[in-house]
């Protein structure tokens, strides 16, 4: 998979040479089941018209670019959501800069410049995206500007689980809840985190809350199980022998061991 990095001074000269592309569009934090479907339905449509299959999304957060005084908790830097979309069979991932500047960018403009400027040829979408200026585009309005320009449309429906529908503010809200068990129903896998025995939680990764789980971590010829307490948003503290295991781990986060006190 080709990782591609646009912003406004490169996008002419990457536009002119962009393959025509199934495109799917969003921010994909976690790449969770919801997005799993809107990326294999671009794929679907890239096979049936012979397309390349392209993911445009934004780096950093458009939320701490509005909203610098607040912070975001991303669920996975873009290394881990780059590795998720090859697996998926993504062939291109457009990383967009998210800037103060692009924020201000009408909807109709972004979609000129970011969308058909790429050469997508099919667009794809969940069914509440929404894009350009104070987020005035819609999937509606991107219905009739595909119209227009003659551009495929395809929209995801909501997928639900447990009645509330699948996103990465659910996915948030179970770390904070401590409700771990729950989350390969989300997310297809558990949450996984990668974690520097020196310097602690590697950046863009979120934790669980406070609390004491069961983990099971990767090394380079097997994995182990064994408890993990989160001692605060970066810091953890493991009951099993450090030395045995690689300076970078690659945590999987399975299920709270007891309650805390609230």
């Not at 671009?42 to 445009?56: C, G, W, Y």
């Not at 979120?206 to 307490?229: D, F, H, Q």
Request: glycine share 4%.
């Amino acid at each position: 998979m080709q990782i591609v990095y646009v912003n406004a001074a490169n996008l002419p000269d990457i536009g002119r040479t962009a393959p025509k592309a199934a495109m799917a569009l969003g921010y994909f934090d976690g790449v969770h089941l919801g997005h799993q479907k809107v990326i294999r339905t671009a794929k679907e449509q890239a096979d049936a018209q012979n397309l390349a299959v392209a993911v445009l999304s934004f780096f950093p957060h458009p939320k701490s670019v509005l909203f610098p005084d607040r912070e975001v908790a991303y669920l996975e830097p873009l290394e881990q959501k780059a590795e998720k979309l090859e697996r998926l069979g993504v062939e291109l991932f457009y990383v967009v800069e998210f800037t103060k500047e692009l924020a201000k960018v009408e909807p109709d403009d972004f979609l000129n410049d970011y969308i058909v400027g790429l050469n997508a040829q099919e667009i794809v979408c969940g069914f509440d995206y929404t894009y350009g200026a104070k987020a005035k585009g819609t999937v509606e309005t991107l219905a009739v500007y595909a119209d227009v320009q003659q551009v495929g449309l395809t929209v995801v429906e909501e997928l639900k689980w447990n009645e509330q529908k699948i996103s990465s503010t659910l996915i948030r809200q179970h770390l904070a809840d401590r409700q771990l068990s729950e989350l390969p129903e989300l997310l297809g896998t558990f949450h996984q985190t990668k974690y520097c025995q020196k310097n602690g939680l590697l950046p863009n990764y979120s934790l669980p809350n406070v609390g004491t789980y069961k983990v099971r971590i990767e090394t380079p010829e097997s994995s182990v199980e064994c408890v993990a307490t989160v001692k605060c948003k970066r810091t953890i503290q493991l009951n099993y022998d450090w030395s045995a295991l690689p300076k970078l781990l690659k945590i999987h986060w399975m299920a709270q061991l007891e309650a805390v006190a609230t």
